[in-house]
């Protein structure tokens, strides 16, 4: 391989990177796509005052929960976080700054920022606390709120699928906010569950390597299920 991205510490190859009151961009919607192995080794490098921008934050300790629980987040940019008590806790207490975005604008604010887009006007939080002091300008006689586009100083992904430049392929939901984490990121990470020892096929890559600067190979683990929504095998087969 011509530009070998692939690191054989997370924890040095982070390490090397993260400092105290970055900002970090981390893919994944509930726990579903979450770069778990970034996160704990994110969380082993002691960093703190940190900016998460994240869809929502986990659940508690559990994904980002983790980086709740040892108390190094200083702000979260999110749309959702209402599965973690102890943020919850922290958030009441003063003891963490939360900004509110609506999901389909944190989304294209993280892909703008990729995309060197500085904002765009939209017209979802027009007249809500989302616009607060934020510029407005009627378009057509309606009115728009301008969002920036988010750069963050790192971000952590979760790939099914990675080759050594770099080229990610997500699978299924696990695709959600991480194509746009890896965008917006100055510095990316990606953690793939399978590294294949060729190119993978461009028509099938959902991020390319150019987004990517460091590959990682995902320890072998359970992957936890936020909430289980299953019905008896008995009470299914009688719906039929």
């Known amino acids: ?30 726990l579903s796509g ?29 994904g980002l929960g983790l ?7 200083r702000k979260v940019v999110s749309s959702y976080v209402g599965e973690n008590k102890l943020f919850a806790e922290q958030f009441i207490s003063g003891e963490l ?25 939209t017209r979802t939080g027009v007249g809500t606390p989302v616009a607060e002091g934020k510029p407005t300008m009627a378009f057509d006689g309606v009115d728009y709120v301008l969002e920036r586009g988010i750069v963050a100083d790192v971000a952590l992904v ?15 939901t696990a695709r959600n906010f991480n194509p746009l984490a890896a965008m917006c990121g100055r510095v990316t990470f990606a953690e793939t569950e399978v590294l294949e020892s060729e190119w993978l096929d461009p028509d ?14 995902a320890a072998p683990r359970e992957k ?14 009688e719906g039929r």
């Not at 980086?67 to 987040?73: A, K, N, W």
């Not at 979760?158 to 299924?172: F, S």
């Open 204 to 217: 099938e890559i959902h991020t390319p390597g150019i987004f990517v600067q460091h590959v990682v190979v």
């Open 34 to 62: 979450n770069p778990s192995d970034l996160i704990e080794a994110l969380r082993d490098t002691g960093v703190r005052d940190l900016t998460i921008v994240s869809n929502n934050m986990g659940v508690d300790g559990v």
């Open 67 to 73: 980086l709740i629980e040892s108390r190094q987040v």
């Open 97 to 121: 700054e939360v900004e509110f975005a609506p999901q389909g604008t944190l989304a294209e604010r993280m892909r703008a920022g990729g995309a060197g887009i500085a904002g765009f006007y």
């Open 1 to 30: 391989m011509a530009n070998d991205k692939v690191r054989s510490s997370t924890i040095d190859a982070l390490s090397a990177v993260v400092r105290d009151g970055q900002t970090i961009a981390v893919g994944g919607f509930g």
């Open 224 to 237: 936890p299920i936020e909430q289980r929504t299953v019905r008896p095998r008995a009470a299914a087969q």
């Open 158 to 172: 979760k790939a099914h699928r990675a080759d050594r430049e770099g080229n990610l392929i997500y699978r299924k």
